[in-house]
């Protein structure tokens, strides 16, 4: 039982590049949710997903996109990235959308250069 | 416009004493709430939470108050070990009948570093 892994860990890209981090969880949760920590802005949720084939934008979809074909897989798609997409994203599953445990990925950290 | 924050950036506090982390939200229609703790590299985990219909919740040495006339709650840890030392969030989601598209989304503080020293 791995949990929620995400790869890669690090990246390093340049302005106008475009890429997939991709999440995946092993626990059959339906709910999965893709976050980003900046510094002094906690972690702000950017895309979630209630169950295949549903998903839904956070408060920070610009610039991302996201797909849930299967249970197990969130990929999270930066389409063109720019400077500000620099930051440390956290994938997150749960059971269900009102449980409290949230299990998170250890992080991919980005740098748009 | 931030829902959640926590006003300290950072909390030093030494082993054996109190630490207390505190949370403000400014949207009545939140009526759950959860404290996150995050160490370096890692992804953050669940510690404790507490509903609206409680003011008090308490797990081993944490507990959680909850003042809603205030829309303020706190996170106590009793005694502070070194191995508490991390990143703490608190999170607020919704009531699931409080209408519109929130489906269980949580919106997170600014995050508090609590540094216990030895």
């Known amino acids: 039982n791995a949990g929620v892994t995400q790869t890669p860990k690090f990246q390093v890209l340049k302005t106008g590049q475009s890429m997939t981090l991709q999440c995946a969880q092993d626990?059959?949760?339906?709910?999965m949710s893709w976050y980003r920590q900046d510094p002094g802005m906690g972690l702000r949720l950017i895309h979630y997903?209630?169950?295949?084939?549903?998903?839904d934008q956070g408060e920070v979809p610009n610039g991302y996109n996201v797909s849930r074909s299967t249970t197990e897989d969130f990929p999270l798609r930066l389409l063109s990235a720019a400077p500000s997409q620099t930051s440390v994203y956290f994938c997150?599953?749960?059971?269900?959308?009102?449980?409290?445990?949230?299990?998170f990925g250890p992080g991919t950290r980005l740098t748009v250069l | 416009d931030q829902q959640v924050k926590q006003n300290s950036p950072s909390l030093s506090v030494q082993e054996g004493r109190i630490s207390i982390l505190n949370c403000d939200y400014t949207?009545?229609?939140?009526?759950?709430f959860l404290w996150y703790k995050k160490y370096p590299a890692e992804g953050p985990t669940f510690l404790i939470s507490?509903?609206?219909?409680?003011d008090k919740n308490e797990d081993g040495r944490f507990t959680v108050f909850l003042n809603k006339s205030a829309k303020h709650l706190s996170l106590h840890i009793v005694p502070s070990q070194p191995g508490d030392s991390a990143v703490y969030f608190c999170?607020?989601?919704?009531?699931?009948?409080?209408?519109?598209?929130?489906?269980?989304?949580?919106?997170f503080g600014q995050g508090t570093i609590l540094t216990v020293h030895p």
């Open positions: 997150a599953s749960r059971p269900g959308a009102y449980t409290d445990t949230q299990y």
């Open positions: 626990m059959n949760h339906e709910y």
């Open positions: 997903s209630v169950g295949a084939g549903i998903t």
């Open positions: 949207n009545s229609m939140f009526d759950y």
């Open positions: 507490i509903s609206s219909i409680k």
């Open positions: 999170a607020a989601r919704r009531h699931p009948n409080a209408g519109g598209t929130s489906y269980g989304k949580l919106t």
